[in-house]
Each structure stands twice: as structure tokens, then as C-alpha cells.
T-cell receptor
Framework: RKEVEQDPGPFNVPEGATVAFNCTYS??????FFWYRQDCRKEPKLLMS???SGNEDGRFTAQLNRASQYISLLIRDSKLSDSATYLC?????????FGKGTMLLVSP | EAGVAQSPRYKIIEKRQSVAFWCNPI?????LYWYQQILGQGPKLLIQ????????DSQLPKDRFSAERLKGVDSTLKIQPAKLEDSAVYLC????????????FGPGTRLTVL
């Protein structure tokens, strides 16, 4: 089992759609969880951290289920500018392990 | 605040040649990381430095890859000799001292090995 597994993409959605990304991780000792965004030919940038209580940042909602070792990201009211690859990231003590990423393409 | 700087941005070499990449982290960041990102994959950690000491190099192919951070600031990553499968983007990231701090990535060096 891979350390961090994500939905294979790409996801093609129209503007205004709601889209959900799923991620599972294998190391139950993982301490922190994140979603990063990576635009084409750019570096990854932190989108948001993920907490067990769930957290929301505008149109973005992240959830963590430690028992199931599952992480999700929900994007509501998709914008063209949301088109990017979304990377699920799991942190041990100080190192990050990245999933392969799921590409999102939002079309007019 | 200036971000993580990397150079060169692009490099094309032939297999068996050597190449070196340079990274200048955000000022004051004690921790520095080198990642390899192959097309279609997420970044994979190669090596982590804390100041000028190596914390984790378990995934660094030490027969051909080397890295140093002599004065605890800038770092270089070298590949000698390069193989076709080394074609990737090499990303440098840095973090302030606390493990809860965010990692910030540089723009990367895109390496093509022919």
C-alpha cells in the first residue's frame, strides 16, 4: 500500500460545480495533514491544513478521519482559477510525504 | 520577505554528465529540504538538513547524488553521473525552526537528461 494515495484524475468540472478529492494514508502515526496546490510548472503551495474537527476556508473545506486514515477536500462553486493539481500531504515528525496529486480542470 | 531561490531554473545535460543545483532558503530558516518531482508524481524527499547537519537522507541515491549545506544557509545538490531517469524537477524547500512551521518551496530546477 502506498503511503499516500489520492483519486486518479483529472477531474473535469464546469464553473460553479462542487468537487471532492479523497486521500488515504497508511501510517497511523502520522501527525499532521495538509492540502497543497500546484499550478502547472510551478512549485507546490500550502492550501490548507486539515484537522480532525474539520476546517473551512471560504469555498474550501477539509476533513480528517483518523480512524479511517482518510482525508478529503471539498471545493464549492468552482472557479476557473481553481484549475491546478491538488496534493494530499501527510507529515511525520518533520518530513512531508506527498500523494501523486489529483488534477482539477474547471471549464467555462 | 524573499522566497526560496533556486538556480538554474532549467538544465539539459547528456547521460553520464554531472550537474549541480543551488538553493538559497528564506532568511533565518534552519531546515532545508531537497525534493525530486518526476512528471505526474508528487514531490519525493531526497534529503533534509537542520542547519548544516543531515537529518534524513534515507531516500537519497548516494551512489550518484550528494548534497551539502556547509554554512547552514545555502545548499547544493549534485548528480554525478546523471541517468535518464534523473529527469525531473528538483525542488528546494525551507522551514523555520519549529516543526509546526510551514515549508516554503522554491520554483525548482527542471532537469532533462538526454
Amino acid at each position: 500500500r502506498k503511503e499516500v494515495e489520492q483519486d486518479p484524475g483529472p477531474f473535469n468540472v464546469p464553473e460553479g460545480a462542487t468537487v471532492a478529492f479523497n486521500c488515504t494514508y497508511s501510517n497511523s502515526a502520522s501527525q499532521s495533514f495538509f492540502w497543497y496546490r500546484q499550478d502547472c510548472r510551478k512549485e507546490p503551495k500550502l492550501l490548507m491544513s486539515v484537522y480532525s474537527s474539520g476546517n473551512e476556508d471560504g469555498r474550501f473545506t477539509a476533513q480528517l478521519n483518523r480512524a479511517s486514515q482518510y482525508i478529503s477536500l471539498l471545493i464549492r462553486d468552482s472557479k476557473l482559477s481553481d484549475s491546478a493539481t491538488y496534493l494530499c500531504v501527510v507529515k511525520g515528525y518533520s518530513t512531508l510525504t506527498f500523494g501523486k496529486g489529483t488534477m482539477l480542470l474547471v471549464s467555462p | 520577505e524573499a522566497g526560496v531561490a533556486q538556480s538554474p531554473r532549467y538544465k539539459i545535460i547528456e547521460k553520464r554528465q554531472s550537474v549541480a543545483f543551488w538553493c538559497n532558503p528564506i532568511s533565518g530558516h534552519a531546515t532545508l529540504y531537497w525534493y525530486q518531482q518526476i512528471l505526474g508524481q508528487g514531490p519525493k524527499l531526497l534529503i533534509q538538513f537542520q542547519n548544516n547537519g543531515v537529518v534524513d537522507d534515507s531516500q537519497l541515491p548516494k551512489d550518484r547524488f550528494s548534497a551539502e549545506r556547509l554554512k547552514g544557509v545555502d545548499s547544493t545538490l549534485k548528480i554525478q553521473p546523471a541517468k535518464l531517469e534523473d529527469s525531473a524537477v528538483y525542488l528546494c524547500a525551507s522551514r523555520a525552526l519549529a516543526v509546526t512551521d510551514t515549508q516554503y518551496f522554491g520554483p525548482g530546477t527542471r532537469l532533462t537528461v538526454l
